[in-house]
């Protein structure tokens, strides 16, 4: 191929004559957009690239597991419970990103942040319609893990003070059961289910102003009573949730657990059923929206609290997850939900108010 002189000149002394005519053309389009897949030059910019490719890879890698629907292997499943402060890494991507004139990543950082901002919303799966009719009863229930125990003056404390109808105690050892068969809690809450366990962590315990029936509860390597409670002549099922939570290692034992409440609460019928406790899982779990999607309301979600933290309650409501939840079926409306500070235990307790239905066709 021959070139002019002009040309060899402006090609200068060791490179190739510039391409001319189609091939030129693409040439060059290429070139161009390789240039916003290239790291910048420059020391410090191109450091500072490389500096936002490790918490863009981890916000990436979150999402993509969340849109999947599924919770993935360790750490997938414990950076999913804070998956609202992925919006942290992704800003700080972008900010890096920004410093080093990184096209590339300036876009994905913005991406990152715009699919976490998407899955920040309240999830909606299979929630079932308005119950109709008349309003039987308007309940107060609670649900509180007293983390081994210890939070048993606070949740009496709070008993005295919030006079909830049920309750749902988790993490209840023998110390807890004593304090739970005082005189003054058996005048209030004569009826009740206590399931103690081999650990402080393990026992459970039901406690209700209505009278209610043991019932066989959710097998689990902690202890998850259930019961039926009969509120103004109408039967209402009741489960304790404490399923294991997702520890290195244990994921499987998690979601087989979670697994067995999802199983009891597409098994109930017709009849109004509640789910309370520590989950372990927040909505950002494949797991628990499992749980959701055999049409239970979560009743912080319904309330408009849904991402109020509940553990751990060092640093909530500032940060957190929320993993203690109120669950009901068609024939309980959630009113109010408030989550309540215990003293000693790193739960934060919940409080909902509900209107019980009749039977819903």
Not at 194 to 220: C, F, K, N, Q
Request: hydrophobic share 45%; proline share 9%; with cysteine.
């Amino acid at each position: 191929m021959e070139t002019t002189v002009a040309e060899d000149q402006a090609a200068g002394p060791g490179r190739p004559p510039a391409p001319r005519g189609a091939r030129g053309a693409v040439a060059r389009l290429l070139r161009a957009a390789a240039r916003p897949l290239r790291l910048p030059g420059g020391r410090a910019r191109r450091w500072a690239a490389w500096c936002a490719v490790p918490p863009l890879a981890v916000v990436s890698v979150v999402v993509l597991c969340r849109a999947a629907d599924t919770d993935g292997i360790t750490p997938i499943p414990q950076l999913l419970a804070f998956l609202p402060w992925l919006l942290v890494p992704a800003a700080l991507g972008l900010l890096l990103s920004t410093a080093a004139r990184w096209p590339l990543g300036c876009g994905w950082a913005l991406a990152a942040a715009a699919a976490t901002g998407w899955f920040i919303q309240p999830y909606d799966g299979g929630s079932p319609p308005e119950p109709r009719g008349p309003v039987l009863a308007r309940l107060r229930v609670m649900t509180a893990n007293l983390e081994f125990g210890q939070a048993r003056e606070g949740l009496l404390s709070a008993l005295r003070r919030e006079r909830p109808d049920l309750v749902a105690v988790q993490e209840c050892d023998a110390r807890c059961a004593e304090a739970l068969g005082s005189a003054a809690v058996r005048k209030a809450y004569p009826y009740r289910s206590v399931a103690l366990g081999d650990s402080a962590a393990a026992g459970s315990a039901i406690l209700s102003r209505h009278p209610l029936t043991g019932a066989e509860g959710v097998r689990g390597t902690l202890r998850m009573p259930g019961a039926v409670v009969r509120v103004a002549g109408q039967r209402l099922r009741m489960q304790v949730a404490h399923p294991m939570p997702p520890m290195p290692g244990q994921l499987d034992l998690w979601r087989t657990e979670l697994g067995r409440l999802r199983a009891y609460a597409d098994g109930r019928g017709g009849e109004p059923t509640l789910i309370a406790g520590d989950f372990n899982a927040t909505q950002d779990h494949a797991a628990f929206r499992a749980v959701l999607d055999t049409g239970l309301r979560d009743s912080a979600r319904a309330t408009g609290v849904s991402r109020t933290p509940s553990w751990p309650s060092a640093t909530a409501p500032a940060l957190g997850a929320q993993i203690d939840h109120v669950l009901v079926s068609r024939g309980l409306r959630p009113r109010t939900a408030r989550f309540l500070d215990l003293p000693h235990t790193d739960h934060r307790a919940l409080l909902v108010e509900l209107d019980l239905y009749g039977p819903q066709g």
